[in-house]
């Protein structure tokens, strides 16, 4: 049984900043749907321009539903353009549309496609523990057997405190988005969408990168990648009833949208220029489940490249060029020493 083990990035105090550990560049990856194609495109372009993996470029690597997923494949190694792909042709399988009727008292899509298309991303990695993982890893989840958020960490970032939960788990929890898909159990736990509580995990990584690898707030940079979400503008008026809220007023999608509005104000205004926000919002809204919007989508990523890596202001050229500093020292409690 994955048991919650105290998390000093929420229950405890932020530690001193330690000086061999003067800039820790996270990556942040949101949640969408199939939107998550766009997130992975761009994550390909990056790979791209860096001649090397992703995972290689940053120094903690964060994600929520689909950009838990995505994280989790990052950080077993596998190619942001095998995601892309997989997202693509895995997408029609996963969201297959089924008579209203069929999820008045169920999810409205089965587990099954799912749990398919992260194995066929992961492969022989499905199995692998987070406590095994060494790249600095957090995906976030929502618990419903205890009632309280969670982060599945890896070793690389927790150490000892990592969780003992496999990578294919830990994904098909962050993923398991209320009313789209069903909860999934881990041991006697029952998680639900990460996106519940942070849809872009940008706070929750600088937390993390200040609480276990002792960075100073003014040395963590942030790349977060969007999904190519719009506004969601609810509707007020009409019946108020259960029903209503969830499909007359999407309240998952409403709620998911308006926190990660907030969370992205919000570490904008705290980390200033040192927080790189990729995203781009289509003329027509793609939903989480919508696949006529899988054509869009890559598109769309291509020119939010183009603006972010034409401007010599945004960070990104840095973001493509350095390397994460665990590959140039050696990970100690709490901080990095020279090798």
Not at 39 to 64: H, I, K, N, S, Y
Not at 175 to 182: E, Y
Not at 185 to 209: C, E, F, M, Q, T
Request: with cysteine; net charge positive.
């Amino acid at each position: 049984m994955p048991s919650r083990r105290p998390d000093p990035a929420l229950d405890g105090p932020v530690a001193p900043a330690a000086p061999a550990q003067a800039l820790v560049a996270c990556l942040s990856l949101g949640g969408g749907g199939l939107r998550g194609l766009f997130t992975a495109t761009v994550l390909t372009a990056f790979e791209a321009a860096a001649g090397a993996p992703a995972a290689t470029r940053f120094d903690l690597l964060a994600g929520t539903s689909i950009g838990g997923i995505i994280a989790i494949g990052l950080a077993a190694g596998i190619p942001a353009a095998r995601i892309a792909d997989a997202i693509r042709t895995r997408a029609p399988h996963i969201f297959r549309r089924r008579p209203f009727r069929h999820y008045l008292l169920t999810a409205r899509y089965p587990q099954e496609p799912l749990r398919q298309a992260v194995q066929s991303i992961l492969g022989d990695q499905a199995g692998r523990r987070f406590s095994d993982l060494e790249v600095p890893l957090l995906v976030t989840a929502v618990d419903q057997t205890a009632g309280r958020s969670h982060l599945f960490r890896s070793r690389g970032l927790a150490g000892a405190q990592a969780d003992t939960v496999t990578l294919l788990d830990a994904a098909l929890a962050t993923a398991a988005a209320p009313t789209f898909f069903p909860p999934h159990r881990i041991g006697d736990h029952v998680y639900a969408d990460g996106g519940l509580v942070a849809n872009a995990p940008d706070l929750l990584a600088v937390s993390a990168a200040m609480a276990h690898l002792h960075a100073p707030l003014s040395g963590i940079h942030v790349l977060s990648i969007g999904t190519a979400a719009s506004p969601l503008p609810g509707r007020p008026f009409g019946s108020t009833g259960g029903l209503a809220w969830l499909r007359r007023h999407r309240l998952v999608e409403l709620t998911v949208t308006a926190q990660e509005h907030a969370g992205v104000d919000q570490a904008r205004r705290i980390l200033g220029p040192r927080y790189l926000r990729i995203d781009r919002c289509p003329q027509t809204p793609i939903g989480m489940d919508d696949l006529a919007g899988l054509h869009l989508l890559p598109e769309l990523a291509r020119r939010a490249v183009e603006d972010v890596a034409s401007d010599r202001r945004s960070g990104w050229s840095e973001a493509v060029g350095r390397e994460a500093a665990r590959l140039h020292y050696r990970a100690t409690p709490g901080h990095y020493t020279n090798v």
